[in-house]
């Protein structure tokens, strides 16, 4: 079973799902931390007619993922991320940095929220997809093949470096909002960091093709999703702790991003039941 006690895990909806595979998670050395978050590497061998889907409320980060039948680089997800597994696979994955995308990219990301390019149509990184299938193929559940791997991707990805002086504002703006759970608005963070909400704006927007407003959302929704799981606060109270109008607030933008309420994904997915009130 995946380690649940990753901090990245509180973005995963199906964590405890029967069947889920293993995760192999590497943080990546000093020099890359203004570019890469961390890596992860799935492999699952699942049963025939036995899928396994993974669902999950995406940091405000691109990613790549080279896999056996697919290789991508995804913009921001602003809804549920959805990927079903079946059979035998792996993939081999990179969340970068909020403000890393454009630099690895070496162009604009901003369009791409809620999408993906194949990863062969960026010319500096397409060599990638031969060379990580081959060395993964053979024994995929291998850390020395992982470790392979993850040299070469890194070879590649710190051409990227140093990152802009704007691509680091914006890392620290995405640690501002996701390390503070009392920061609730955009005119607290706009304080916070000593910024126009104006350029605030235009920083994220250029960037990640978001609003300051949505990575306070993503993060409060992260926070929900957390507390759901393992059941620490009663609805009412988790919404007043969230900065939500009241416990119906909270439902609905539980409801419209993940598509449960927030009492039926606690009995559903990660409790028997959970407190109303």
Request: proline share 8%.
């Amino acid at each position: 079973m995946p380690d649940s006690s990753h901090p990245i895990d509180r973005a995963r909806l199906t964590e405890r799902a029967r069947l889920a595979p293993p995760v192999h998670r590497y943080p990546p050395p000093e020099h890359l931390q203004p570019l890469v978050r961390h890596y992860w590497i799935p492999v699952w061998d699942l049963p025939a007619g036995t899928p396994v889907v993974e669902q999950v409320l995406q940091y405000p980060t691109c990613l790549i993922v080279i896999a056996q039948d697919y290789a991508r680089f995804y913009g921001v997800a602003r809804g549920l991320s959805t990927v079903t597994l079946q059979g035998r696979g792996w993939g081999v994955g990179l969340m970068l940095q909020p403000g890393a995308g454009t630099a690895v990219a070496a162009g604009d990301v901003s369009a791409l929220v809620d999408t993906h390019r194949d990863l062969t149509e960026f010319a500096h990184l397409a060599h990638l997809v031969p060379t990580v299938r081959e060395l993964m193929a053979p024994d995929p559940g291998n850390p020395d093949r992982h470790a392979a791997a993850l040299r070469e991707v890194e070879q590649r990805v710190e051409a990227a470096l140093p990152l802009s002086a704007d691509g680091a504002l914006l890392n620290t703006v995405v640690q501002t909002v996701e390390s503070d759970p009392d920061l609730l608005s955009v005119t607290q963070l706009v304080d916070r960091l000593g910024l126009s909400e104006r350029a605030l704006q235009r920083l994220t927007g250029r960037f990640l093709g978001l609003t300051p407003k949505w990575l306070i959302q993503r993060r409060r929704l992260h926070e929900a999703t957390h507390h759901l799981k393992h059941g620490t606060q009663t609805l009412a109270d988790l919404a007043a702790n969230l900065g939500y109008t009241d416990q119906a607030h909270l439902t609905r933008d539980f409801r419209r991003v993940t598509g449960h309420t927030p009492g039926d994904f606690a009995r559903t997915l990660g409790r028997d039941s959970a407190p109303e009130q």
